[in-house]
């Protein structure tokens, strides 16, 4: 194991900046409070002198506890993955799975910067005893489920708890790498899928045949939570050590005198207004795109016009006013966008997850409609992109860390992501076999491996430390936001347009209804070769090319995006100065 490089960058300051405080004050603060406290900073300082405590032996600790959390996390998400469609199918509701993943990418994109906040003012062991008591909670729930709301319930829970675990992975990294080694260490959480790419298909299979979906899913409520005792110990671990040192000062907060008063600071602190806001504007306008259906008498009726009216008139603009004149500690510092590496790097993470959810959400069930594929096969296909996306992004860390630049990758993974979305077009049923589809599911992990990441190290490059913890919630919360929309319009191309497809092909309305309620269902009576088979791979088929063009569409913006990223040269420190954040000071001259 490496030595993970710590240094404290020289520029750093322990107060804030007048631009710095310009994102978490507005007007309306008393100036004289804001100068001598700030719970932002304070918690930075606090976590600074933790970091700098960790020794070889619990760095190792803790980088070995980020890999089984990552097993964990990752094994499981694989696998609910397709019990999850199988859960939809024994509700008879699999048309809502696209809806289910959009209720989740809404709940991660808003819960993100919260957590931050929670993990720079509390500590990041607060962070993961809450983000592990969310998961096994939620996960209970679903288990447990036994009609479609309990199971969204449940669903959302876990979500949360899984957010906060993947947050708390970034932020622990950036808080004991330095920049030319980021990347490189933003892949140890992900190197599980290279194995569990090969296991998750075996596994689910072994599960539903003697289990049940219920079975695969509860266990990891027993699993997660001792997978990440090593985490938490490491923690500890440092923690104690820097308070024998005496780097942890007393608590300078000023004393409230009730704890109500306590309570309207922390909400104030948390932004929880703010993503109250965010989670209602979301919701309002993408659910009812997943909601509404192929029925054009749904569109009409009462509920669908009043959540998007009340969404696009209300919450929108209510949102951005809140944000940019009355948040006191924003949750989403519009301020920052300024800096063009940060924009950029926002509209790549919203586009990635747009495009890849477009053909990524429903599959697993188009493998095995049209091209007939098994539990284990289809769990392997649809795992290709996470497994190679990890090869070649290890591999490009590596080569990061010798050439010292960024940009470049990134540019050509968007490159090679547009090429993949097009093959999906041509290889999009199983008339010329699976070989297409297994291509451009590897052609997208090597686009995939090329930019996510080094567009999160690049953003958090373009941050100061202080915002480092904001900064990579919020490129997550844009990333999730990406996946809410993916999800909202492969659903709504998904209800519109395959129940017609379907009836237009069987000839038979009862039979449309379902094939498209149960899917998995029909084809087990209605095997290869037979006319009903026939006509359901034409539908899948058509729809299938509405949907990976609408994602070629959206890579390209991608592309065009990351041209606009700044060309950093990165080096052991977290972050860099001012000067060179905001292109003003270029090291060796490089171009910006």
Known sequence: ??????????????????????????????????????????????????????????????????????????????????????????????SLLGTFNTVRAICAAAIQPPYARVADRFGRLELILFATTFYVFGTILVAASNGVRMFVTGQLFYQIGYTGLMLLIEVLIADLTGLKDRVLFSYIPALPFIINTWVSGDLTSAVLLHAGWRWGIGMWCIILPVCAIPVAGSVIHARRRAARKGKLASNSAPKHSSLVEAFIELTWQLDVIGMVLLAAMLSLVLLPLTLAGGAKETWKSAHIIIMLVIGVVV??????????????????????????????????????????YLQGDFLYTVLAVSFDQSVTSATRITSLYSFTSVLVGAGAGLLIRKVRYIKPFVTAGTLVFILAMGLLIKFRDGSAGVNGM??????????????????????????????????????????????????????????????????????????????????????????????????????????????????????????????FLRNFKVDERQSLSEEERLGRKSPENVPA
Request: hydrophobic content about 40%; some cysteine.
């Open 1 to 94: 194991m490496a030595t993970v490089p710590h240094q404290s960058p020289p520029h750093r300051k322990m107060s804030l900046s007048s631009d710095e405080k310009s994102v978490h004050h507005t007007s309306h603060t008393d100036p004289e409070v804001e100068a001598s406290y700030d719970p932002h900073a304070e918690g930075v300082r606090r976590i600074t002198a933790i970091s700098s405590s960790f020794d070889i032996k619990s760095k190792f600790l803790l980088f070995f506890g980020i890999f089984l959390i990552a097993y964990a996390y990752g094994l499981d998400g694989q696998t609910r993955y397709t019990y999850q469609t199988y859960a939809t199918n024994d509700y008879a509701q699999h």
């Open 315 to 356: 919450c929108i603009p209510t949102f951005f006013i809140w944000e940019i004149k009355f948040a006191k500690y924003p949750a989403v510092p519009f301020s920052q966008f300024t800096n063009r590496t940060i924009l950029a790097g926002m509209i790549v993470a919203i586009g990635l997850n747009m495009s890849w």
């Open 438 to 563: 297994i291509g451009a599911q590897v052609l997208l992990g090597f686009g995939g491996g090329l930019f996510p990441y080094p567009t999160q190290a690049l953003v958090q490059a373009a941050s100061s430390h202080e915002q480092m913890a904001t900064m990579t919630a919020l490129y997550l919360s844009f990333y999730q936001i990406g996946s809410a929309l993916g999800n909202a319009i492969s659903t709504a191309i998904w209800t519109q347009t395959l129940p017609k497809k379907l009836a237009e092909h069987l000839g038979d309305a009862t039979a449309a209804a379902n094939a498209y309620a149960s899917p998995l269902t029909y084809i087990a009576s209605h095997p290869v070769g037979t006319p009903e088979r026939t006509a359901m791979v034409a539908a899948y088929s058509e729809v299938q090319r509405y949907l990976a063009i609408t994602g070629l569409c959206l890579s390209l913006i991608v592309f065009v995006s990351s041209l």
